[in-house]
């Protein structure tokens, strides 16, 4: 399978790098990772040790495959779309943090998009490499739920590059679940400067469950049955399975980047309020972040 991958960060290049060992993969990202990758391949360490020879390019314009995978930030999510229409596609899929990626996509891609959730840990040490810090699993299947033969075919193309894959149809119940780890984890590491282990117990882990909680309240009143327990299982499940991890907005936070709490914290806030749920935990979380933000150094 021809694959492109959209967004060559941490995660972008962990799974274009396995993704390589099997298919066709381009990497689309910024120098000067593109020109390491370019000039001597791509080194994937951590709990992996090999190297492949990806293509990769800084223009994602004009650019055909039979499948996109993108991985940047959400706030990036319409440029990265614009961009991919110049080319063609015959499926995309989204392993992005956040909620409104997919439709995103599918309101320029002519073609069928398949929502992704993605529990590998990943940190990129340098140019041309990235370190595999915790093996977990993707999740992929049609947006709105089911079956289609483009997830199974997707489906079929992650396993054979040894990539744990599973196709499901109950996409949107596992985008909120995603959404409460995201919610519950993130942001909290991100303040706190934990590691996700912190949250298994200590004060921090109240701070997350409740998080998780109040997305499992909206995403009830949103009419996607996830029960609290569940929500809070998963973000359990999660902080144990990446313990020495750090979190991405962590990771955003200490290098004085832009963070994704817009499209994760501040998303679950925008429709606790359209569906008259309280979200205090999380409006408080949000607005901590925004107030980071704002204040942080720019480019």
């Known amino acids: 399978m021809e694959v492109v991958v959209f967004g060559a960060g941490s995660l972008g290049s962990l799974a274009g790098g396995l993704l390589a060992r099997d298919h ?29 020879r990806p293509d990769a390019t800084t223009d994602g314009s004009d650019l055909s495959a039979d499948l996109a995978v993108v991985t940047v930030k959400a706030f990036d999510t319409d440029e990265a779309a614009r961009t991919l229409a110049t080319g063609r596609f015959d499926a995309a899929l989204s392993l992005q943090n956040g909620m409104g990626n997919e439709d995103a996509l599918a309101d320029h891609l002519d073609c069928p998009v398949l929502a992704g959730t ?42 054979t590059a040894g990539i744990e894959t ?65 929500a809070v299982g998963a973000v359990e499940r999660v902080a144990d399975a990446t313990a020495a991890n750090t979190s991405s907005m962590r990771q955003d936070v200490l290098d004085g980047r832009r963070t994704e709490v817009e499209a994760i914290n501040g998303y679950l806030c925008s429709r606790a309020r359209e569906r008259n749920v309280t979200a205090p935990v999380n409006r408080t979380l949000t607005n901590l972040l925004r107030a980071w933000e704002i204040d942080r150094p720019q480019d």
């Open 24 to 52: 066709a993969v381009t990497l689309v990202g910024r120098d000067p990772h593109v020109a390491a990758v370019r000039e001597s391949g791509l080194r994937v360490g951590g709990e992996f040790d090999f190297s492949v």
């Open 118 to 159: 993605a529990t590998y840990g990943a940190v990129r040490p340098e140019p041309g490499a990235v370190a595999c810090t915790g093996v977990g699993e993707v999740v992929l299947g049609p947006r709105a739920g089911g079956t289609s033969e483009t997830a199974d075919a997707v489906g079929r193309a992650f396993r």
């Open 166 to 230: 599973t196709v499901a149809d109950d996409m949107p119940r596992r985008l909120w679940e995603k959404l409460a780890v995201n919610a519950g984890i993130n942001a909290t590491t991100a303040l706190a400067r934990v590691e996700n282990g912190a949250l298994l117990d200590g004060p921090a882990r109240e701070v997350a469950a409740d998080a998780a909680r109040e997305t499992a309240r909206v995403a009830r009143a949103e009419g996607v049955e996830l029960a609290d327990d569940a």
